[in-house]
T-cell receptor, first 116, second 113 residues
Framework: GAVVSQHPSWVICKSGTSVKIECRSL??????MFWYRQFPKQSLMLMAT?????????EQGVEKDKFLINHASLTLSTLTVTSAHPEDSSFYIC????????????FGPGTRLTVT | AQSVTQLGSHVSVSEGALVLLRCNYSSSVPPYLFWYVQYPNQGLQLLLKYTSAATLVKGINGFEAEFKKSETSFHLTKPSAHMSDAAEYFCAVSRAGSYQLTFGKGTKLSVIP
């Protein structure tokens, strides 16, 4: 089946620093990738949608200058949290779809970010 | 606009008992509906999906769901709960061709031995 990986699985960073999270599709080409944020005991909130080679489309209320998304290849998308603050601490999950997967998205295992 | 309401943030069932997780949706266009399962500190795994074909959808691990347009519901069921079913379950909706999912708040399923 289609596999999506994320790296790192967890990260701790100091307030004011930046952290990069990678999302990779291991056995298919991801034409579209999605980034979600999940707070404890809450649902996933879509942050942005990115298509390979294009600028990401951010959901309302998501700061594009704070959450930088790059989808430079068909197998890799990155989310960089810039100038992180404790309130950015969350579980970040990516998903990916290929041109042949139709409506189905394949989810990564998530990255736990803790900002101290 | 689309939305999903999952009734009950926490459901407990005995092992071997029926599992019923409720999901109601709101959509101005014919929806696609999904159920996902999430184990602790893991991503989401697709259980099943409805995309305008058969209204009774069978998924993995013995789960199934029935799309009822008149009730705007897509409840998830399993005849006999297993300990390994303990997890968080999310219902989600999208529009055909949109690929963007709107999730419910999730229901945590506990299975009592």
């Amino acid at each position: 089946g289609a596999v999506v990986s994320q790296h790192p699985s967890w990260v701790i960073c100091k307030s004011g620093t930046s952290v990069k999270i990678e999302c990779r599709s291991l056995d298919f080409q991801a034409t579209t990738m999605f980034w979600y944020r999940q707070f404890p005991k809450q649902s996933l909130m879509l942050m942005a949608t990115s298509n390979e080679g294009s600028k990401a489309t951010y959901e309302q209320g998501v700061e594009k200058d704070k959450f930088l998304i790059n989808h430079a290849s068909l197998t890799l998308s990155t989310l960089t949290v810039t100038s992180a603050h404790p309130e950015d601490s969350s579980f970040y999950i990516c998903s990916a779809r290929s041109g042949t997967s139709g409506d189905e998205q394949y989810f990564g295992p998530g990255t736990r970010l803790t900002v101290t | 606009a689309q939305s999903v309401t999952q009734l009950g943030s926490h459901v407990s069932v005995s092992e071997g008992a029926l599992v019923l997780l409720r999901c109601n949706y709101s959509s101005s266009v014919p929806p696609y509906l999904f159920w996902y399962v999430q184990y602790p500190n893991q991503g989401l795994q697709l259980l099943l999906k409805y995309t305008s074909a058969a209204t009774l959808v069978k998924g993995i691990n013995g789960f199934e769901a029935e799309f009822k347009k008149s009730e705007t519901s897509f409840h998830l069921t399993k005849p006999s709960a297993h300990m390994s079913d303990a997890a968080e379950y999310f219902c989600a909706v999208s529009r055909a061709g949109s690929y963007q999912l709107t999730f419910g708040k999730g229901t945590k399923l506990s299975v009592i031995p």
